[in-house]
Each structure stands twice: as C-alpha cells, then as structure tokens.
C-alpha cells in the first residue's frame, strides 16, 4: 500500500468518546476539500466512530492503522 501523506494531524490521544470525534467534526470544517488530516487516537471506540462518522458526512476514510496502541485514520475532506 502506497503511504499518505497528510496535510495536517489532530492528535485526539488521552481523550474518550465522543471527544475525538466532536474534535473531528471542528477540524474538518477548517480544512478545504480534498486535504488530508491524520487523526492519531487511543480509544478503541474510534475504530467503529470515526469509519462511521467519514461514511455518514461524505469523507473518505483512506486509511485506518494501529502502531503501538495508537489508531492512525487518513481522512481526505469530501465535498459533501
């Protein structure tokens, strides 16, 4: 898999729901169709929340990862 590359991170570690995803729903608002943002998470519930979340508002999930109890989401801004 080719890697991505992200225009900007949001580090939502330490927090639980629905803190990181309250937290997206903010930061995406700011970025510009098509940019890349890099959520870095430690709740488990971001694995089922934030797949959900891309797929309900239009964005796309291009990559979802865990390294060292961190999960790792590549969202690319839709046009929705």
Do not use: W
């Amino acid at each position: 898999m080719a890697e991505v590359n992200a225009n900007y991170v949001m580090d939502a570690c330490g927090l639980f729901c629905p803190e990181p995803v309250m937290m997206l729903h903010n930061r995406v608002r700011e970025l510009a169709v098509g940019e890349v943002l890099c959520v870095r998470a430690t709740d488990p519930s971001t694995q089922r929340d934030i797949p959900k979340f891309c797929h309900f508002l239009g964005h796309e999930l291009l990559e979802q990862t865990v390294e060292a109890e961190v999960y790792l989401y590549y969202i690319r801004k839709g046009a929705a």
